[in-house]
Nanobody, 127 residues
Framework: QVELAESGGGLVQAGGSLRLSCAAS????????MAWFRQAPGKERECVAS?????????YYRDSVKGRFTISRDNTKNTMFLQMNSLNPEDTAVYYC???????????????????WGKGTQVTVSS
């Protein structure tokens, strides 16, 4: 089992930056991958970025965040990060971190590839 806790959300003006963190506990060392998802009101949950836990290779960035967001992890501290720059109002959503402990390898942009989820942190970008 893995427990996840996000932090770092908040209110920021367009063009600003935020850094999200996700602390993992439990069997974090055995994870295949972690990812950041987001869900805006009335929309489906979408993958923002994913990262292979052991190697740190970033497997996927959503097109709309490429060049603005950077996913990283410190596996000595079992923590994943999402650096978000040049934020715009379309980035407003609840951001969730997710862990793949038992799903193995596959399409890491799919929510079904993750078996543990954090409670989410709100990111609001004002225009």
């Amino acid at each position: 089992q893995v427990e996840l806790a996000e932090s770092g959300g908040g209110l920021v003006q367009a063009g600003g930056s935020l850094r999200l963190s996700c602390a993992a506990s439990g069997r974090a060392a055995s994870m295949y991958a972690m990812a950041w998802f987001r869900q805006a009101p009335g929309k489906e949950r979408e993958c923002v970025a994913s990262i292979a836990w052991t190697t740190g290779d970033s497997a996927y960035y959503r097109d709309s965040v490429k060049g603005r967001f950077t996913i990283s992890r410190d596996n000595t501290k079992n923590t994943m990060f999402l650096q978000m720059n040049s934020l715009n109002p379309e980035d407003t959503a609840v951001y969730y971190c997710a862990a793949n402990l038992n799903k193995g390898w596959g399409n890491l942009m799919r929510p079904s590839m993750y078996d543990y989820w954090g409670k989410g942190t709100q990111v609001t970008v004002s225009s």
